[in-house]
């Protein structure tokens, strides 16, 4: 009965590559969000859609492309690998009740998605 | 822009002790504050959610108090277990439209020793 599950856990992978992230959440949330962690454990938002629309679209390079099939899933390409894409992704989904406004929902975490680029 | 600084960076302490862990922000302009709890090669956990309105909310050996105008939040943990061990993180939320954007602090990892 996991609420977000993401995968794969761990992709390890070459400079240059192209590779995706899926993220499906069970909890019916409207919301959903792309989070990167660095090494120094520094989480950042990257994307958000709500309801299938894009609404939060952080500084990321454009080769970061989110795509949400329906708004239980919200996968995350990236094109072009390179080094400093190597991090842990994170996935969270919440349920606000107004489409678009802050919310007083808390936000529930995928367990992360660690990547490597070599 | 907002920025969010959690200190001690890192704390250890023996069982049964009570602690505080401190993050504060720079703009008070929020809608919510909340703390989360990351383990080890995990997710987040959310522990609690204080909306800009309250003070402080409880949970169990959890009370998190939020001071806004003065932008700062406290995480009290009571009679300290091992269990509790873990990364602690602060987040807020801007009192904005545009989606429920979290900005994260830089996190206090916890040891709870025997």
């Known amino acids: 009965d996991t609420a977000v599950s993401q995968t794969p856990k761990y992709l390890v992978t070459q400079m240059g590559n192209d590779k995706s992230i899926k993220c499906e959440q069970n909890?019916?949330?409207?919301?959903m969000y792309w989070y990167k962690q660095d090494s120094k454990k520094f989480l950042k938002i990257m994307f958000s859609?709500?309801?299938?629309?894009?609404?939060i679209n952080e500084t990321v390079p454009n080769r970061f492309s989110p795509k949400s099939p329906d708004k239980a899933h919200l996968n995350l390409h990236i094109n072009s690998l390179e080094l400093g894409d190597s991090a842990v992704y994170f996935c969270?989904?919440?349920?606000?009740?107004?489409?678009?406004?802050?919310?007083?929902?808390?936000?529930?975490f995928g367990p992360g998605t660690r990547l490597t680029v070599l | 822009k907002q920025e969010v600084t959690q200190i001690p960076a890192a704390l250890s302490v023996p069982e049964g002790e009570n602690l505080v862990l401190n993050c504060s922000f720079t703009d008070s302009a929020i809608y919510n504050l909340q703390w989360f709890r990351q383990d080890p090669g995990k997710g987040l956990t959310s522990l609690l959610l204080i909306q800009s309105s309250q003070r402080e909310q409880t949970s169990g050996r959890l009370n998190a108090s939020l001071d806004k105008s003065s932008g700062r939040s406290t995480l009290y943990i009571a009679a300290s277990q091992p269990g509790d061990s873990a990364t602690y993180l602060c987040?807020?939320?801007?009192?904005?439209?545009?989606?429920?954007?979290?900005?994260f602090g830089t996190g206090t990892q916890l040891k709870v020793e025997l």
């Open positions: 909890l019916g949330h409207d919301t």
């Open positions: 859609y709500n309801n299938k629309e894009l609404i």
């Open positions: 987040a807020v939320s801007p009192f904005t439209g545009g989606g429920n954007k979290l900005t």
């Open positions: 969270a989904s919440s349920s606000p009740e107004v489409a678009g406004t802050s919310s007083t929902d808390t936000q529930y």
